[in-house]
């Protein structure tokens, strides 16, 4: 058997359509507070499957309800897992640093289940929240007016589609609050002008693997869920309706060069506030490699400023 795509150390993909992952660690929720904060698998839904694990902070500072953050984790749609270590001590170390409850949710990966299914495992996630939130002990004291969409790479292109099926579907359950999206992973058949530069040719091929894998056969990268200029919504629902946005890149990512053209598109169809963040000499989801250091605490601090504000 050989291998017809592969993302060393994570991925293999092989010529019969097999996937082999390879996890770089797996840590167990902990209902005892562990670090300031506990933790606890939940089945969001089990016939597809899709599961998520909630994080609070072991002992909250208000005894009044709590933001949630809605997190989606990275890994181009085909990999990545809210049980891998530096996704639990990250969301862990949040929801203490911003006194919030945040799910983290374990989406159907690809390219066994490609787009949009993400899309949708992910917005179901928010029905599955309006009706826990009676019935789990741990949702006690969710705040569903003050619901926030969060995630990396691939997990932020995931709360920007998730906000707008929102918007579409005009759900009124949860009431989304503002986006924070790290380092989204977004894309187009037309290139960059530093994806045409030869020195970027490494990270292109890796990027370009990873949306050949997770967009639908036949698609290419103006699929919606790729091309962010492809979303529909009205000029009303742009101004009126999309929530505030944080977008968070780091100055040593390739991919935030499409980070920052993400955030002027926003501003350019007049979404009411729109914030663009930057970490000059960080990487690529640093703060998943690097879940306890300088940089990843002034990140949080900056998210719970964000989520503080609205």
Known sequence: MSIVEEAPEFLEVLSDGSVKRFVPGVVSASPESTNGFKSKDVIIDSSKPISGRIFLPGNPTSLSKLPVVV?????????????????????????????????????????????????EDCYCTLDWLGHQVSSEPWLDQADLSRVFLSGDSAGGNISHNVAVKVIRNKISHVKISG??????????????????????????????????????????????????EKTQLSATEWIDEFPAVAVYVAGLDFLKERGVMYAEFLQKKGVKEVKLVEAEKESHVFHVFHPESEATRLLERNMTEFIRSH
């Open 71 to 119: 997190y989606f984790h990275g890994g181009g749609f085909c990999i990545g897992s809210t049980t891998w270590p530096g996704y639990h001590h990250f969301l862990g170390g949040f929801s203490v640093a911003s006194q919030s409850i945040v799910i983290s949710v374990d989406y159907r990966l690809a390219p066994e289940n490609r787009l949009p299914i993400a899309y």
């Open 179 to 228: 986006l924070l999206l790290i380092h989204p992973y977004f894309g187009s058949e037309k290139r960059t002008e530093k994806e045409m530069a030869e020195e970027g040719a490494g990270d292109v091929a890796s990027i370009d693997m990873f949306w050949r894998l997770s967009i639908p056969e036949g698609s290419n990268r103006d699929y919606f869920g790729c091309n962010f």
